[in-house]
């Protein structure tokens, strides 16, 4: 873990440079030290169909939501939301200041008892990062 989903107004498909967006929440994920490389996943959704506010056209949003697993204490949990906020805000700067635009991010612990898993991607990148 973590899951990252952006998702974003299809209005803005343009203006956000999804895969710099992926790329940055993704890397700023791993930087933080809290989720392994093999369990980080990050993808987007655009969303077509919304209303924001008044209703405007111009109106956009990203939402950002990580489900994370089950067990880390608030203040690490607290750390790794900000580093990732901190991200995506950094990204949308430029158009947040000239476009109407509601950010936001949401961190969730996904339940350890409902949860049902299988992957083998951290022995890959394991055996990557060993190779060189």
């Known amino acids: 873990m973590p899951h990252i989903i952006i998702e974003y107004s299809a209005n803005l498909r343009e203006a956000i440079e999804l895969p710099v967006l992926i790329e940055r929440m993704h890397s700023a994920a791993l930087a933080t030290g809290v989720f392994p490389a093999g369990g ?38 607290q750390r790794a939301g900000q580093a990732l906020f901190d991200a995506l805000t950094g990204h949308l700067a430029e158009l947040s200041g000239r476009a109407p635009l509601a950010l936001s991010l949401e961190m969730q612990e996904i339940d350890p008892v409902l949860t049902y898993k299988q992957n083998n991607i951290h022995r890959y990148v394991t055996e990557r990062q060993a190779a060189g």
Do not use: C, Q, S
Request: charged share 30%.
């Open 40 to 77: 980080t996943r990050t993808r987007a959704a655009e969303r077509p169909d919304y209303r924001i506010a008044d209703g405007h056209p111009d109106n956009g949003f990203v939402h950002v939501m990580v489900r994370i697993g089950h067990g880390r204490d608030l203040a690490t949990k």
